[in-house]
């Protein structure tokens, strides 16, 4: 893993932005897995703002609330439309966000692995994380080798996501997922956390054992991640000084 501690969020975005911009330099038709929630929230913007071309680009978002209309304001549908793909020249047709009102739910997740799949797989995935270490939706315990899915959401995220609904009653209870199993077949997991909130989770996930009590973690068997935090989320870090030291040695051509 690749630990990247910047002084602010917008610090930690802009370096997320980079690698994702050169991605899209390098690689036109590149495949990304995208992630919604209030992380990314400035990420997407900053894409926006770097013009570039999407004409070529594939993405699959990680999840999706069930039962929510599409329309519905905190549907991940409206996220992505409003915050990304209305603002730039991305195919309607290229983009994938799972149906959480699809009849026959199974079947969907299937479908939508074969996709991703068909695809040619995710170039690069962006992450965000639960405070209590989830990627995507996949809740602690899920298996480390599930795949795409329904889940049910964990009490606790279910608290921490009332802030977009109004009350924690309206949160809906279920979701399909990525699998963890998805997610660690993409080519780069780029990783995002803000905020003392995501302490703890960051530091079990980059320095704790291996378990699906923290699903993040499983991504020290990955071979390339990147980890963009800002400095409270990476407070709980025993090897901070480390990462710090280890970013600003990089050769130059490693540098983003
Ligand atoms: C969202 C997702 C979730 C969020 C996580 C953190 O697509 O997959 O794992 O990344 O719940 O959410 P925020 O960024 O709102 O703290």
Partial sequence: MEIIIQPTPAAATDVAARIIARLLREKPDAVLGLATGSTPLRLYQVLVDMN????????????????????????????????????????????HIPDGNAADIPAFCAAYEAAIHAAGGIDLQVLGIGTDGHIGFNEPTSSLASRTRIKTLAPRTRKDNARFFGSEEAVPHHVITMGIGTIMEARLNLLLGFGSSKASAIAEAVEGPITSLNPASILQMHPVVKVCLDEPAASLLQRADYYRWVYANKPAWQTF
């Fill in 52 to 95: 570039l071309d999407w004409s070529g680009v594939t993405t699959f978002n990680l999840d999706e609330y069930i039962g929510l209309p599409r329309e519905h304001s905190q549907s991940y549908h409206s996220f992505m439309w409003e915050n990304l793909f209305r603002h730039v020249n991305i195919k309607r047709e290229n983009v």
